[in-house]
Every structure is written in structure tokens, then in C-alpha cells.
């Protein structure tokens, strides 16, 4: 097994990708923190990997508030005994628009994508110093390689954790802490429909989320969607110790889009 007596936590794994990781990482043997607001989400996973014959536990609130960020680590240490992993994978779409921005919604993204991921990760590193090293997993995306033209905040808070993982990286391989990023394209969860249905996303006249997030699809060059799954399993190689001598890296998980 691939992850066997490894102890982590996965953020936003009530759904999408979240959940196919931690379900797949439980799988490979590792006990898992289930992290989301939904707190029937994290339950149902709990319950999928638990009756799988896996370890994991639901630790449900809402990773906008710092002490909730702070504390899921507290907690996962206190239950298994220590912290090996953090696949910190929660993320907000923000605004499309820029003129008239909803500073609002510029702020919940940046706090998502940005903010609370540090807040954990400040909690993480004692903790997987204390094991003798450790893996830390982020959600960036292709808007944090080459940006998208409707997602004006969101690029900024990607590219943000981009540059973290480069920072980071080389601020604790010594410490074999390894730092790395996967970078989806357009991945089949309930997030891409917000994306495409906000407003100013420019949809055209007479087409729907739907329609348009199908022709989305089309556009990549292998001509379909991620499945979560497929996230997933870049997520548990850049994890594991198959990765062992892989940092710093933020890879795309997209079809060939950025190809
Ligand atoms: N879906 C895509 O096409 C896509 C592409 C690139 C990157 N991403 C990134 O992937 C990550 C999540 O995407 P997904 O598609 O797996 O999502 P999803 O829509 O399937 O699930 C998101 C989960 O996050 C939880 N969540 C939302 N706000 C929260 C909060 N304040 N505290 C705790 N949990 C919260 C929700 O309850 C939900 O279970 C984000 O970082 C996103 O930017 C998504």
C-alpha cells in the first residue's frame, strides 16, 4: 500500500476531488482527517472509507475562520498521533468581473484560496518537523499557470500558491518537508458549474452552465472533463514516497491544455 501508516488531512473532501482523495488515500492506507463545512459530506465519506475497512474521521466547519484552520491539525494529531500529510485543497471561484467587483466575494476567495491554506499550513510544519518530515499537497490550477480572462481574483490567489510552493520548497527540503502543488483544467465537480455561472463569466445568449460547461470540455485537448479521480491519483503520487525526490513542483492535471 501505498500510504500505509501515514496520517493526514485532506480539506474541502466532502466532494469532487477532495473526496476521490481522501477515499483513494485511505485506500492506500493512510488514516484521513475528512475536512469540510458540509458536515453530512464528510460524514458520507467517513462512512464510504470506514465501511471499506479504512481509517478516517470528519471534522466538519468552515475553514474561513482561522482558530476552525488552525485547530483541524490539532485534532487530526490528537487522534492518530501525528501529521504526515495536508492536502489543502479547499478553494473559491471569486468574482469574474472587474469592473464593478464584489470585493466581498474578492475577500471569501482570497481567504479560500490563499488565507486558510496558510493558516493550516503554519499549524502543519511543527507537526510533520516533529515526524522527521512530511508532504504538503495544494490546489492551484491552470489559472495559476497561464491565467483565465474570467477569473481575475482567482488567478491572483493561484498563482499566489504557486509561488508558496516554490518558496516553500526550498525553504524545508532539508527538513524533508516536500512542497507541491497539482494544477487541475476543468475537473467534473459541482465547483465548475459556479464557475461558468457567475456572473460576468460572459456566457453567451442561449446557452446555459450546462451547455457551456460541455463545450468547455470539448476545448481541452483530449476533448473531456477530469474526473476527480484523476486529480486524485496525481494527488497520491506527489504524496506518497514515490514522489521522495519531487518538490517544488505544481503540476498540471488538464488534458494538455497548457501543453
Ligand atoms: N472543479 C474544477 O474544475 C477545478 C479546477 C481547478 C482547480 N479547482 C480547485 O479545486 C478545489 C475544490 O474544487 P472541487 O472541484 O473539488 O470542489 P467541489 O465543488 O466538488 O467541493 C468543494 C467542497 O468544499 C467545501 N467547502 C466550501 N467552502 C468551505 C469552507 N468555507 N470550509 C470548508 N469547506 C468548504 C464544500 O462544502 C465542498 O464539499 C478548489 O481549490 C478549486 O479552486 C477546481
Same mark, same amino acid.
Given at each position: 500500500?501505498?500510504?500505509?501508516?501515514?496520517?493526514?488531512?485532506?480539506?474541502?473532501?466532502?466532494?469532487?476531488m477532495?473526496?476521490?482523495?481522501?477515499?483513494?488515500?485511505?485506500?492506500?492506507?493512510?488514516? &484521513?482527517?475528512?475536512?469540510?463545512?458540509?458536515?453530512d459530506?464528510?460524514?458520507?465519506? !467517513?462512512?464510504?472509507?470506514?465501511?471499506?475497512?479504512?481509517?478516517?474521521?470528519?471534522?466538519?466547519?468552515?475553514?474561513? /475562520?482561522?482558530?476552525?484552520?488552525?485547530?483541524?491539525?490539532? /485534532?487530526?494529531?490528537?487522534?492518530?498521533?501525528?501529521?504526515? =500529510?495536508?492536502?489543502?485543497?479547499?478553494?473559491?471561484?471569486?468574482?469574474?468581473?472587474?469592473?464593478?467587483?464584489?470585493w466581498?466575494?474578492?475577500?471569501?476567495?482570497?481567504?479560500?484560496?490563499?488565507?486558510?491554506?496558510?493558516?493550516?499550513? !503554519?499549524?502543519?510544519?511543527?507537526?510533520?518537523?516533529?515526524?522527521?518530515?512530511? $508532504?504538503?499537497?495544494?490546489?492551484?490550477?491552470?489559472?495559476?499557470?497561464?491565467?483565465?480572462?474570467? $477569473?481575475?481574483?482567482?488567478?491572483?490567489?493561484? =498563482?499566489?500558491i504557486?509561488?508558496?510552493?516554490?518558496?516553500? $520548497?526550498?525553504?524545508?527540503?532539508k527538513?524533508?518537508?516536500?512542497? %507541491?502543488?497539482?494544477?487541475?483544467?476543468?475537473?467534473?465537480?459541482?465547483?465548475?458549474? &459556479? =464557475?461558468?455561472a457567475?456572473?460576468?463569466?460572459?456566457?453567451?445568449?442561449?446557452?446555459?452552465?450546462?451547455?457551456?460547461?460541455?463545450?468547455?470540455?470539448?476545448?481541452?485537448p483530449?476533448?473531456? =472533463?477530469?474526473?476527480?479521480?484523476?486529480?486524485? %491519483?496525481?494527488?497520491?503520487?506527489?504524496?506518497?514516497?514515490?514522489?521522495?525526490?519531487?518538490?517544488?513542483?505544481?503540476?498540471?492535471?488538464?488534458?494538455?491544455?497548457?501543453?
Amino acid at each position: 500500500m501505498r500510504m500505509q501508516n501515514k496520517i493526514g488531512i485532506v480539506t474541502a473532501a466532502g466532494s469532487g476531488m477532495g473526496r476521490a482523495g481522501a477515499i483513494r488515500f485511505a485506500k492506500e492506507g493512510a488514516s &484521513v482527517a475528512v475536512v469540510d463545512l458540509n458536515a453530512d459530506a464528510a460524514a458520507e465519506v !467517513v462512512k464510504e472509507i470506514t465501511a471499506a475497512g479504512g481509517t478516517a474521521m470528519a471534522i466538519s466547519g468552515d475553514l474561513t /475562520d482561522d482558530a476552525f484552520a488552525r485547530n483541524i491539525v490539532r /485534532d487530526t494529531v490528537r487522534a492518530y498521533g501525528g501529521l504526515d =500529510f495536508v492536502w489543502n485543497h479547499v478553494g473559491h471561484p471569486g468574482p469574474a468581473a472587474i469592473e464593478g467587483l464584489d470585493w466581498a466575494d474578492y475577500d471569501l476567495a482570497m481567504n479560500l484560496n490563499v488565507r486558510t491554506v496558510m493558516v493550516t499550513t !503554519v499549524a502543519a510544519l511543527p507537526e510533520m518537523r516533529a515526524r522527521g518530515g512530511g $508532504s504538503l499537497l495544494y490546489t492551484a490550477s491552470t489559472s495559476g499557470l497561464t491565467g483565465s480572462q474570467f $477569473s481575475p481574483v482567482y488567478n491572483i490567489a493561484k =498563482f499566489g500558491i504557486v509561488g508558496l510552493v516554490h518558496g516553500l $520548497s526550498k525553504r524545508y527540503a532539508k527538513e524533508k518537508i516536500r512542497v %507541491n502543488a497539482v494544477c487541475p483544467g476543468p475537473v467534473d465537480t459541482p465547483m465548475l458549474r &459556479v =464557475f461558468v455561472a457567475r456572473p460576468d463569466s460572459q456566457m453567451p445568449a442561449g446557452e446555459t452552465a450546462e451547455t457551456l460547461v460541455q463545450k468547455r470540455g470539448g476545448q481541452v485537448p483530449m476533448g473531456r =472533463f477530469a474526473r476527480p479521480e484523476e486529480v486524485a %491519483n496525481a494527488a497520491l503520487f506527489l504524496l506518497s514516497d514515490e514522489a521522495s525526490y519531487i518538490t517544488g513542483v505544481s503540476l498540471p492535471v488538464d488534458g494538455g491544455a497548457t501543453a
